[in-house]
Every structure is written in structure tokens, then in C-alpha cells.
């Protein structure tokens, strides 16, 4: 079974510094991770994935996320805040089979100027 | 055709009722997925389809849920005798082939109120 967990359910960052969200997972098997973003109304949007290819996965809009099965951990960074990256980011597993998804609670990102 | 669409994208129902949602997914996409998600939280899983075969249903999906993709096409999810506690987004998605290979597509969602 999978499972997963994000750390801070609200960040907050200024415009132009770093974003860290962190997620960490829970897998009997290799999983197959994901970042997903949901703005407001909206259904969610892959970021990027991890499929047992390169650790360092860049994503779209700037963003990228490291794989580190010692940690079990799959966070994700920018370097430079923008206004428009403030959302909703959920971290997902999925077991390498490919089954389903299993969504972490979320975290808000809020970009102050 | 642009992505996933879901309809109704608002419902707003009387306890006790029943409620049918859509889902049309990406045409040439063989899977399909129906999450739900409360405020604040993340999406659950509640059931998936390859082509026109439930595969997989959650233990979230009471007898009171029930969800068809006939002709592996379109699905429909439908929830009898509604309940507070079915307030919710309905999310669905879709991929080509499994979802931990290829990219999951969701729509933007049918936001459920049950009064």
C-alpha cells in the first residue's frame, strides 16, 4: 500500500525567494511519483513525475523535484517565487504496476509581494 | 478535443435525492478515474475503468455509488439518496494506457451540495 505526506499545509514565500514543499512517501514497491498543482476551480495539473529515470526531474513552469529513496522523500523546489505560483500542490504516489493514485492533504502555497 | 469535461460543474440537490455526473475523457484514452475531493483536502480514489471495465472500486464507494463507461467511451457516476457528507468535488481523469506510465488528464470537476 502507498501513502503519502506533505509537510506544511500552508506555505508562505515572498515573490522572487525560494519555494520548498516537501513530500515524503510510503511504498511496498517502487513507486511512480508525482507533483500535481490546482489552482482555484480548477482541476489539477501535472507539474512532473518521477518514473525511475533521472532523480532530478524538472517539471514545467520552473519547477523541479529530487527523488531520494534513502529519505523517501520527492520535494519540490523553484528558485524564484512568481505571483502566479500560488495554488494548491498535492504530491502523488502510484505503485510502478500502475494502479491509482494516492494523493497527499495538499499543500497552499501563498506568494507575497 | 482539449482535455477531460465534466459536467455538471456545479450541482446543488436536496438530501434524499439522486445525482448523475458526467465525464467525457480524452477520446483516444483507454483509462478513466473518478476522484473525490473535500475542502482542504487531497483528491481520494474512488473507482477506475480500462476501457468499458470497472477494474477497481474503493471501499469510499458505498452501495450508494455507482459508476458506468459503457462502450468504454464517456462514464457516468451517480449517487442515490444523497447525504451531507457527499458535499464534495467529483474529479475525473483519464490516461492512455496505466496511469503510473503516462500522464493522468483530470477535468475541472463537478462540485457537489447536498442541502
Known amino acids: 500500500a502507498q501513502s503519502v505526506t506533505q509537510l506544511g499545509s500552508h506555505v508562505s514565500v515572498s515573490e522572487g525567494a525560494l519555494v520548498l514543499l516537501r513530500c515524503n512517501y510510503s511504498?511496498?514497491?517502487?513507486?511512480?511519483l508525482f507533483w500535481y498543482v490546482q489552482y482555484p476551480n480548477q482541476g489539477l495539473q501535472l507539474l512532473l513525475k518521477?518514473?525511475?529515470?533521472?532523480?532530478l526531474v524538472k517539471g514545467i513552469n520552473g519547477f523541479e523535484a529530487e527523488f531520494k529513496k534513502s529519505e523517501t522523500s520527492f520535494h519540490l523546489t523553484k528558485p524564484s517565487a512568481h505571483m502566479s505560483d500560488a495554488a494548491e500542490y498535492f504530491c502523488?504516489?502510484?505503485?510502478?504496476?500502475?494502479?491509482?493514485?494516492?494523493f497527499g492533504p495538499g499543500t497552499r502555497l501563498s506568494v507575497l509581494p | 478535443d482539449t482535455g477531460v469535461s465534466q459536467d455538471p460543474r456545479h450541482k446543488i440537490t436536496k438530501r434524499g435525492q439522486n445525482v448523475t455526473f458526467r465525464c467525457d475523457p480524452i477520446?483516444?484514452?483507454?483509462?478513466l478515474y473518478w476522484y473525490r475531493q473535500t475542502l482542504g483536502q487531497g483528491p481520494e480514489f474512488l473507482t477506475y475503468?480500462?476501457?468499458?471495465?470497472?477494474?477497481?472500486k474503493s471501499r469510499l464507494l458505498s452501495d450508494r455509488f455507482s459508476a458506468e463507461r459503457p462502450k468504454g467511451s464517456f462514464s457516468t457516476l451517480e449517487i442515490q439518496r444523497t447525504e451531507q457528507g457527499d458535499s464534495a468535488m467529483y474529479l475525473c481523469?483519464?490516461?492512455?494506457?496505466?496511469?503510473?506510465?503516462?500522464?493522468?488528464?483530470f477535468g475541472q470537476g463537478t462540485r457537489l451540495t447536498v442541502v
Open positions: 481523469a483519464s490516461s492512455l494506457g496505466a496511469i503510473g506510465n503516462t500522464e493522468a488528464f
Open positions: 511504498s511496498s514497491v517502487p513507486p511512480y
Open positions: 518521477y518514473t525511475s529515470a533521472a532523480t
Open positions: 502523488a504516489v502510484s505503485a510502478i504496476s500502475g494502479q491509482n493514485f494516492v
Open positions: 477520446s483516444e484514452h483507454n483509462r
Open positions: 475503468f480500462q476501457n468499458e471495465a470497472q477494474l477497481e
